[in-house]
């Protein structure tokens, strides 16, 4: 097949009595004319096609039937499928498609510029007066780095309430902070603390829908999007290569302890303005999709995995909590008690030294006053697991436990060993003396590595508690 060019659209098909069975087209440019297979659907209608899924209509765990009608590829509910004749003989498909959509057009069940609403892998025309992302609310302290190279430098630019968001730049919040970042007029983005994401990109298109890629390295953010009946925008959001268009909703977006992967809820739907209809999220990528979601249910996007999998949310009240408290959320105060004393004047009898009436109690940014080791715990331990997941690529498994974190740094004649894998400079214990602690375990076949710091109590609580992560 030729080089191809491709539009990914997203549309949702709903006939009276009748299931959803248009999910996704994809137009090709140079596609060889197809052979004519027959598909009935189950009200009648037939389309004269090529199917390209060689997986039976029962038996199989696959939700859709890939077909191709004149030069564009479909997605069709299994469900809505009656039966399939396959032919051998080679011939132009029929014009059922073109007839369908302009009757669905009709209907009202389709909008009539398809390409202009819902272009998401064209990068979106650029507006005269481009909307910026702005710092909305902050309680706390961000910084923006230029790459991980002025991270190391400490070069860096401290944003307020206000400030433009830099596109490009490596966004990295306090530990004790809460940032909201306004996207033009039709939402926000919640930051929680800790988190470590950068905005590659942000505009508006032709159709004043928004476009945002964004790469959550660490930590969590939500993301809030509303839209009116009239103006009818939406966010076409790319998340660490996986792609979603969100109307109306309340997504959460949290890292795990695999690098590159994310947990996606889908946290609130918000009514539709004209149906009052709560839409369902999707989710896709070039290699897969796509994978709908109801409010409730998450998602988990790993770079590893070749498929998605949606499954009901297991922290979906904790993370409702942190969402529907986010206005009314303080930061922990950070006190510093100067116990001085004020000395004598010479001018004046010499009276011996008194101490101070009560001892001051001033909150600061801790990165003015605490030591780099101390100041980025979370970049030691994200640095750590960093490199653990090099060593694992290298070595083919994690280092034993009995070696720990040393073997970041020295091979133990490992096979495959190409470290170090760590700064040598990394310090090796927490704020509170305590030695980081390196842990294995198995789940659903899988072997994790988590590295954690015991927190002030200085006790491993697996990872509860006020264990650091």
């Not at 829908?209 to 930590?219: A, C, D, E, T, W």
Request: net charge neutral; charged share 25%; with cysteine.
């Amino acid at each position: 097949m030729n080089a191809k060019r491709y539009v990914q659209i997203g549309l949702a098909f709903l006939r009276p009595k009748m299931l959803a069975w248009v999910i996704v087209i994809t137009s090709f440019v140079g596609i060889d004319p197809c052979r004519a297979d027959i598909v009935t659907l189950k009200d009648g209608a037939t389309l004269r096609c090529e199917v390209i899924s060689d997986t039976p209509l029962t038996g199989s765990d696959a939700k859709y039937l890939q077909i191709r009608v004149e030069n564009i590829m479909i997605w069709l509910d299994r469900d809505a499928v009656e039966k399939i004749e396959k032919r051998t003989e080679t011939g132009p498909a029929g014009s059922e498609l073109h007839n369908l959509v302009e009757k669905l057009k009709r209907e009202g069940k389709v909008i009539e510029d398809l390409h202009s609403q819902f272009n998401l892998d064209a990068s979106p025309a650029q507006s005269k007066n481009e909307l910026q992302l702005t710092v909305k609310d902050l309680r706390g302290w961000i910084y923006a780095y230029e790459d991980r190279k002025a991270v190391t430098e400490r070069k860096r630019i401290s944003l307020h309430i206000g400030d433009p968001v830099p596109i490009g730049h490596l966004l990295i919040l306090s530990p004790n902070t809460h940032a909201t970042i306004r996207i033009g007029d039709i939402g926000d983005i919640g930051l929680v603390g800790g988190t470590q994401i950068r905005v590659d990109g942000f505009s508006v298109n032709l159709t004043q829908s928004y476009s945002l890629n964004v790469q959550l390295n660490q930590g969590a953010a939500w993301f809030d999007i509303g839209s009116t009946s009239v103006d009818f925008k939406r966010l076409s959001l790319t998340l660490n290569a996986a792609k979603s268009v969100i109307l109306n909703g309340v997504i959460f977006v949290e890292t795990t302890n695999r690098t590159g992967e994310l947990n996606v809820t889908y946290l609130k739907a918000k009514p539709n303005a004209n149906t009052q209809e709560k839409n369902k999220l999707n989710f896709w990528r070039k290699t897969d999709g796509p994978y709908f979601l109801s409010e409730g249910e998450f998602i988990t996007i790993s770079p590893a995995s070749n498929r998605l999998s949606v499954e009901p949310a297991p922290q979906l009240s904790h993370l409702r909590a942190i969402f529907d408290g986010w206005d009314q959320w303080q930061p922990d105060p950070l006190v510093v008690e100067l116990d001085i004393t004020i000395p004598p004047l010479k001018e004046f009898p010499n009276f011996p030294p008194q101490p101070a009436l009560h001892p001051y109690r001033i909150p600061i940014d801790s990165s003015m006053t605490l030591p780099p080791e101390i100041r980025s715990l979370g970049q030691i331990l994200s640095q750590y697991k960093e490199g653990l997941e090099r060593y694992r690529f290298d070595a083919s498994r994690y280092p034993s436990e009995e070696h720990g974190l040393d073997a970041l740094v020295k091979s133990f004649d490992v096979g495959g060993w190409r470290g170090p894998y760590i700064p040598l400079n990394l310090p090796r214990r927490d704020l509170w003396g305590e030695p980081f602690v390196y842990e294995i375990f198995k789940a659903k076949n899988r072997e994790f590595a988590d590295v954690r710091s015991t927190g002030p109590n200085r006790k491993d609580d697996r990872g509860l508690g006020d264990d650091i992560r």
